[in-house]
């Protein structure tokens, strides 16, 4: 089969984009503020609880702050690994049993890894919270990594990264080439999946070290949203959480900063499964918490929300470049990426998908996003 191209750029920060023209801006719309109640608990645990009385349902999430950037040196993917661990036995549950408690009274149940955090989320009729509270606060301080469960789960962690990224057309390209040309230094580069070496390579020892290191009531935030009674709630809380212990050691943190590129970089990868040629651009982008993360969310739209978007009108729709042309936002604690991309339609060039994602790249740099575009985003 022919080998085609895909063609990976690490630019420099984005350029500011040119405000809305005033006489264009459209009405302001008003978001009222989220009415919630915190607290802390003694061993760290931080609570926020939002009350809604017009739901029969409750939803318990706790996130814990530690994510794919936390894995250790040459063990990547553990971050990954406890969204199924997880799930598994504890001194008081046994495997599965958190899909009992929420599957089989109507509900439902997941978890996700990002690069700086893992969460996990249930949502049940609200006369079911309290058991929910229990497995949580179970699960964080009780886990048991059983042997042949570990090896079990880590064989269907290597089948997924195997279908989902290693088999897929432009799985690398998006999972593994685009952070590990982007960061130099800093962990963000590694895959969040891992790989099959350092998966084969962990033991359950690391695992159960992993788990005591991250996942205690200093490095987590519960979350319950819904129906319930406050002053109830907070008993539960005390009841099941209170007495997990804050260990003494501390929390270990990365703390590397990935130095500003000064000049774009370009990579040229060849895969043999790429049907067709595929571009992408990868531009730094200021933290989370800056100022200018919500312009970048409505830009992200605005570049690829839907046949609409500017993308899809002029690589795809207009001068028939790609077949299929995006964007996507991708920020995080420390240094995030906006990326676009497309991949080409066919007899086209990787040059030519290049000089179209840069065109218009460069239109947003130059020209105000319109009034419509801004409202439709």
Known sequence: MPRFAAILLAATLLSPVPALAQADRPAATR???????????????????????????????????????????????????????????TRNLVDEQLDRLTEDVGGYNNASTDDDYTNYYEVVPANHLERLLFA???????????????????????????????????????????????YTVHPYARPGIGSIEDLDAATVEDIRAFHATYYRPDNAVLVVAGNFDPKQLDAWVDKYFAGIKKPDRPIPRVTVAEPEPTAAKRYTVYEPNTPLPAVLVSYPIPPANSPDAAALSVLNTVLAGGENSRLYQSLVYRYQTAAQAASFYDSKQGTGLFSVYAILA????????????????????????????LAEA
Do not use: C
């Open 136 to 182: 949580e606060a179970d699960r964080m301080a009780t886990l048991v990594v059983d042997p042949k469960v570990f090896a079990s789960e880590r064989d269907v962690v290597k089948e997924e990264l195997r279908s989902r990224v290693l088999a897929q057309p432009y799985g690398k390209l998006f999972y593994l080439y685009r952070p590990m040309a982007a």
């Open 31 to 89: 978001v009222e503020p989220i009415a919630f109640t915190q607290r802390t608990l003694p061993n760290g645990l931080r609570i926020y609880a939002i009350g809604d009385t017009k739901t029969a349902n409750v939803s318990v999430q706790v996130w814990y702050d530690v994510g794919s950037k936390d894995d250790p040196a040459g063990r990547s993917g553990f971050a990954h690994m406890f969204e199924h661990l997880m799930f598994k036995g």
């Open 346 to 373: 066919g007899g086209k060039t990787a040059a030519e998908g290049e000089a179209g994602l840069t065109a218009e790249i460069a239109r947003l740099r130059d020209a105000p996003v319109t009034a419509a575009e």
